[in-house]
């Protein structure tokens, strides 16, 4: 059963020099305990749509021109604002890329989490302390109650993580939007709060849309993963099928570019170039000019989002016979010779 239902979502900034297509046409579904990865480059439009999922876009200058988000039969851009606030940390909550961004500086931890939880719960002031105490001893937080008199400058990065995430699960959301939660975070830091996600995720049964850059965390974490580029769901697939045989050129480029998957002594394949400028796209695929295997049909339309195989759709117009031979031949090419 799906717990969110994204539907040809599209929206961008009214700015002065015209309106950046930030969102257009997504369309995915999440299902109750499924953990999806949001892939990209740094452009491509992953925070744009967790923040939209969120209604967390100032408006103006964002404005919302077609679609529809349903959480459990809801249409959450239909909802007034105030029953939205509801929504916010209760249905939904995020654990954003910096925490120290997140919390505020000037209360303790304890404190920011149990006002969440006396929004959304409707309890006592004692009753939502204890709330507090046990959501970050959840979080492997040692000593629960002496680190709920503390103030986010008083804790290292991975410290501060845990009672980002501690803030988000006290609610029990329906779905935890993740927006590169290890980032900032040294390696062991990083491990532990995938873990952490990943041992939390099975207790609750909380959906999870987990925005990375890190194809190894998504192949550890992920069931799905959605490739976005320039406002638009490019690829769409389970994990294994995308690691195995991507059908958008852009989506083996990234995997390219990943070093551990290059072979010993094969030259590196990067993508060249930069992201397109939304205000000024190119005429059909958006990432033909930086495509090595661009033919002239690129150009002619924006390709849809079609199912290539069960389950795995892309947007290209090479058919997967051809687009495997010309991935094959350029891998074959950078390969060093015997």
Not at 248 to 265: C, D, E, I, K, N
């Given at each position: 059963m ?52 969120m ?34 940390g ?59 008199r ?58 999870v ?5 890190d ?74 000019p ?49």
């Open positions: 799906s717990t969110l239902i994204v539907d040809e979502l599209s929206g961008g900034f009214r700015l002065p020099a015209g309106t950046v297509p930030a969102l257009n046409g997504v369309s995915f579904t999440l299902d109750e305990g499924e953990t999806i990865a949001l892939v990209g480059e740094s452009g491509s439009g992953k925070t744009a749509l967790i923040l939209a999922l209604r967390l876009h100032p408006t103006p200058p964002f404005a919302y021109t077609g679609g529809r988000i349903m959480l459990e039969g809801r249409d959450l851009l239909t909802l007034p604002e105030r029953s939205m606030r509801q929504v916010r209760g249905a939904i909550a995020t654990v954003f890329q910096d925490p120290m961004t997140s919390l505020n500086p000037v209360m303790t931890v304890g404190a920011q989490i149990a006002e969440a939880v006396r929004i959304h719960q409707k309890v006592s002031r004692d009753e939502s302390r204890k709330v507090a105490v046990s959501a970050l001893g959840e979080v492997g937080i040692a000593s629960p109650e002496a680190r709920a503390a103030y986010p400058h008083q804790l290292s990065g991975g410290m501060r993580q845990r009672v980002a995430i501690a803030m988000a699960l006290a609610c029990r959301p329906k779905v935890l939007l993740a927006d590169e939660p290890t980032t900032a975070l040294d390696v062991t830091s990083q491990a532990q709060i995938v873990e952490l996600l990943k041992e939390l995720q099975h207790r609750h049964g909380t959906a849309i987990l925005v990375t850059h194809l190894g965390l998504v192949a550890q974490v992920a069931q799905r993963v959605l490739v976005m580029y320039a406002g638009r769901l490019v690829e769409t697939a389970s994990v294994d099928d995308i690691f195995a045989h991507p059908q958008m050129p852009y989506t083996w480029a990234l995997l390219q570019s990943v070093p551990s998957r290059t072979p010993r002594g094969a030259d590196l394949i990067t993508i060249p170039g930069q992201p397109p400028n939304l205000l000024d796209l190119p005429r059909g695929c958006s990432f033909s930086r495509c090595p295997f661009a033919a002239d049909a690129c150009g002619a339309a924006v390709p849809p989002l079609a199912e290539r195989f069960p389950g795995h759709s892309a947007a290209c117009v090479l058919e997967p016979a051809e687009l495997s031979k010309r991935q094959h031949d350029l891998e074959t090419e950078v390969s060093p010779t015997p």
